[in-house]
C-alpha cells in the first residue's frame, strides 16, 4: 500500500514536471518565431469634422483597412488582439492616441482581414487641435499566447491630414 502510494506520487511529480517542462518550452520557441505582419490603411471618407458644443473636436471617418496577421500564429498562440489607433501630436502631449476599432482575431484562418470601417469608438480630441493636423492610423497587435507571455507590437499603417475646415 505504502509503495503504491509513494509511486502515485512520483508519477503525479514527474507528470507536473513534464507539463513545466512543455510550457517552457512552448514559450521559449515562440521567442525565435518573428512574425511579418503586413497591414494598409487608408482614409475612404472624412464623414463629419466638427467642433462641439463643448469645445472638443470630433472626427467621424470611413476607413478602408487591411492586414494579414497569418504570421503571428504558432501553435501556441491563444488568440490575437488588434486595434487601430489615431496617434497625433499637439503642444500639450507629444502622443496623443485614441482607439478607432479593434477585434479579437480567434484563429489563423480569421487573421487576413480587409474592410471598409467607420470608427466603432469616437474620436474626439481633448481641445480643438484637428484641424489640419497630421494623423498616423497605427495597427497595434497583441499576441496572446496559451502559455507564456504576451507579446506587443505595431506599425504605422496610414500617414493623413484632416481638413483645416470643420465640415
Ligand atoms: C481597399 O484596399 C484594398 C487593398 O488594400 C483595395 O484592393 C480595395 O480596392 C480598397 N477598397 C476601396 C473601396 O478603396
Same mark, same amino acid.
Given at each position: 500500500? %505504502?509503495? #503504491?502510494?509513494?509511486?502515485?506520487?512520483?508519477?503525479?511529480?514527474?507528470? /507536473?514536471f513534464?507539463?513545466?517542462?512543455?510550457?517552457?518550452?512552448?514559450?521559449?520557441? +515562440?521567442?525565435? %518565431? #518573428?512574425?511579418? #505582419?503586413?497591414?494598409?490603411?487608408?482614409?475612404l471618407?472624412?464623414? *463629419?469634422?466638427?467642433?462641439q458644443?463643448t /469645445?472638443? +473636436?470630433?472626427?467621424?471617418? =470611413?476607413?478602408?483597412?487591411?492586414? &494579414?496577421? *497569418?504570421? !503571428?500564429?504558432t501553435w501556441?498562440?491563444?488568440?490575437?488582439? #488588434?486595434?487601430?489607433?489615431?496617434?497625433?501630436? !499637439?503642444?500639450?502631449?507629444?502622443?496623443n492616441?485614441?482607439?478607432?476599432? +479593434?477585434?479579437?482575431?480567434?484563429?489563423?484562418? %480569421?487573421?487576413?482581414?480587409?474592410?471598409?470601417? =467607420? &470608427?466603432?469608438?469616437?474620436?474626439?480630441?481633448?481641445?480643438?487641435?484637428?484641424?489640419?493636423?497630421?494623423?498616423?492610423?497605427?495597427l497595434?497587435?497583441?499576441?496572446?499566447?496559451? !502559455?507564456?507571455? =504576451?507579446?506587443?507590437?505595431?506599425?504605422?499603417?496610414? +500617414?493623413?491630414?484632416?481638413p483645416?475646415?470643420?465640415?
Amino acid at each position: 500500500m %505504502h509503495s #503504491v502510494l509513494y509511486r502515485l506520487n512520483t508519477l503525479i511529480t514527474l507528470a /507536473g514536471f513534464l507539463l513545466a517542462v512543455m510550457c517552457s518550452l512552448a514559450s521559449f520557441t +515562440d521567442t525565435f %518565431h #518573428v512574425p511579418s #505582419v503586413t497591414a494598409h490603411a487608408e482614409v475612404l471618407k472624412v464623414n *463629419r469634422f466638427r467642433k462641439q458644443l463643448t /469645445g472638443n +473636436d470630433e472626427v467621424s471617418l =470611413t476607413l478602408n483597412v487591411s492586414m &494579414n496577421l *497569418r504570421s !503571428t500564429f504558432t501553435w501556441n498562440t491563444k488568440q490575437v488582439f #488588434v486595434f487601430v489607433a489615431a496617434e497625433y501630436e !499637439t503642444a500639450k502631449n507629444s502622443l496623443n492616441q485614441v482607439s478607432l476599432w +479593434d477585434h479579437i482575431i480567434q484563429d489563423k484562418g %480569421h487573421a487576413k482581414l480587409e474592410a471598409q470601417i =467607420t &470608427n466603432k469608438y469616437p474620436f474626439i480630441d481633448q481641445g480643438s487641435h484637428l484641424r489640419g493636423k497630421k494623423i498616423q492610423l497605427v495597427l497595434h497587435w497583441y499576441i496572446m499566447p496559451k !502559455t507564456g507571455k =504576451t507579446i506587443e507590437d505595431k506599425m504605422v499603417i496610414s +500617414d493623413f491630414r484632416l481638413p483645416q475646415v470643420y465640415t
